[in-house]
Nanobody, 114 residues
Framework: QVQLVESGGGLVQTGGSLRLSCAASGRTFSRYTMGWFRQAPGKGREFVARISWSGTTTSYADSVKGRFTISRDNAKNTVYLQMNSLKPEDTAVYYC???????WGQGTQVTVSS
């Protein structure tokens, strides 16, 4: 059984920053590609970013490229999402996932006010 627990969400003004964390347990975290997705009200869940098991390869949705950075600390079984220059359209519940497996956290709310 895998547990993923997100934290770090909140309310921020346009242009602000937040850092999300996702703590994993239950499997050898360092073996898996990890990702962040988000779901805005009334919309489907969409890909945000992903990072390879070693941390050397990352990819981003076009909408966040240049503003968000995904990273991981395998010693702490944690993946991060640094979000800068936030926009109102970034408002969503953010979820972390073990890519390719149906493991999801409970999500953390990010709200960006205009």
């Amino acid at each position: 059984q895998v547990q993923l627990v997100e934290s770090g969400g909140g309310l921020v003004q346009t242009g602000g920053s937040l850092r999300l964390s996702c703590a994993a347990s239950g499997r050898t975290f360092s073996r898996y590609t990890m990702g962040w997705f988000r779901q805005a009200p009334g919309k489907g869940r969409e890909f945000v970013a992903r990072i390879s098991w070693s941390g050397t390869t990352t990819s981003y949705a076009d909408s966040v490229k240049g503003r968000f950075t995904i990273s991981r600390d395998n010693a702490k079984n944690t993946v991060y999402l640094q979000m800068n220059s936030l926009k109102p359209e970034d408002t969503a519940v953010y979820y972390c996932t073990m890519v390719g497996y149906n493991y999801w956290g409970q999500g953390t709310q990010v709200t960006v006010s205009s």
